[in-house]
Nanobody, 132 residues
């Protein structure tokens, strides 16, 4: 079992920056193993009832430290890892970046975009709101 806890969400004006953090812990997690692919997803407002199906992977950190980004955030968002924390640095934020942001982990891999396969482990989410 792996536990993921996000922090760092909030409200910001268009053009601003935010940094999200995801702390990883749990009885089956060991820092040295790097066995998990890590991803940041976001879900637009008003789609909560549709669950994970409306979550879009926007940034993925693979086990070999390769980073992959959705075109919508490429050049503005940056994913990295610092020991037991996965960080998403978000720059040049736009109103369309407003969403609930989720950290996720899976041993098998995490594709960008929407749709299955969905990661096995999720955090509780943190809200990001970007005003005009």
């Amino acid at each position: 079992q792996v536990h993921l806890v996000e922090s760092g969400g909030g409200s910001v004006e268009s053009g601003g920056s935010l940094t999200l953090s995801c702390t990883i812990s749990g009885p089956t997690y060991t820092r040295a193993s790097r066995e998990f692919y890590m991803g940041w997803f976001r879900q637009p407002p008003g789609t909560e009832r549709e669950g994970v199906a409306q979550r879009e992977a926007i940034a993925v950190l693979e086990r070999d430290a390769t980073t992959i980004y959705d075109d919508s955030v490429k050049g503005r968002f940056f994913i990295s890892r610092d020991e037991d924390m996965v960080i998403l640095k978000m720059n040049s934020l736009k109103p369309e970046d407003t969403a609930m942001y989720y950290c996720a982990a899976d041993r098998r891999g995490i594709p960008t975009g929407r749709g299955p396969p969905f990661p096995a482990h999720w955090g509780q989410g943190t809200q990001v709101t970007v005003s005009v």
